[in-house]
């Protein structure tokens, strides 16, 4: 079977990493919507945007919601070395007044496919056996920190197929790179879920914030020490299995991500704090090519006004079943 399918007083220890924490459940009295950065920050909330921002709109429709809160257990997965990427990837802004913007904060939101074969494996009388792996995620820095989801599904010759989907996240400090599946917080084919990644300018500690909007439920990570430099942001489809031929992608049909957004932080010309809000305006894209033609491509809206671009289409390209000629 593939790799894939086997600080303070306000956080509790409970992964086996050292520096993963979890923050303790926001309190049922308080309201959120009214809470400063400091205490959402503290429950693992994302701080709050601008009012006037269309950023606020989504921030508040997803903490003013009546949310449980999932206390995840962990297990450690293996890491993809030769992974292939349909998406989005974009820098932070440059402006002549603002020395060296860096990522402090990536959100993506997405409504979550169902994982299904490929074509190649469909037969007449049922299926191949065979495993398709994919990971949708957000990311910052590449490898160094990410969250997402593995929608995985096996085939069986005279069974119905077999779905997972689970949500995970990876990072890197020293050089070495963990990742760790994500037990409690349940997410299924149909849910639109709402992801954060971020660390404050001048922090040590990274927060993963995982919203299951569909399900109410929510779970939230902090990590110590995170290799973080918020010079790439990343909305992703992976494929971590690529092959030349029969590929094991599973086929999403069509990822939508939406409210893809990212702060920056510099500082001015006088050496004060600067901050920056940016969404896919500018961002590059790129498609999973195979041997056998494209097998994801990536679409970024088109709209009058590019600046506002924030929905990004990743779309599994279907394959034509192969005919084996008797010879």
Known sequence: MAPQLESGIHALNISGVPGVTLPR???????RLDADDKVLKQHGFPPKPDKSTKEYAAWAHTVSRALNFVQPTFTQLPICKEAAYSGATNVPLKEPT?????????????????PTPQNWAFKECGWTPAEFFANTWIGIDDDRFRAGLAQDCITYSHQDTEYIVYPWYQFSRDG???????????????????????????????????????????????IDNVDFKGEKAFWIVEDPCPKSADPTLSYLGATNFFDCTTNQAGKDGMGEPAYARGNLYGATVSDIV???????????????????????????EVREPKIKVEG
């Open 176 to 222: 070495e790179v963990y990742k760790e599946r994500i037990h409690g917080l349940v997410v299924r084919p149909g849910d639109l879920v709402r992801v954060y990644i971020r660390r404050d300018a001048g922090s040590i500690q990274s927060v993963v914030s995982f919203f299951n909007e569909s399900a109410a439920t929510y779970s939230s990570i902090f």
């Open 25 to 31: 459940p926001f309190p049922h009295h308080q309201n």
């Open 290 to 316: 195979a041997e056998g033609g494209t097998v994801s491509t990536t679409r970024l809206r088109k709209t009058e006004y590019q600046q506002d671009a924030d929905i990004l289409t990743i779309t599994s």
């Open 98 to 114: 603002v020395d060296n913007y860096k990522f402090t904060q990536v959100t993506g939101s997405w409504t979550v496919p169902r």
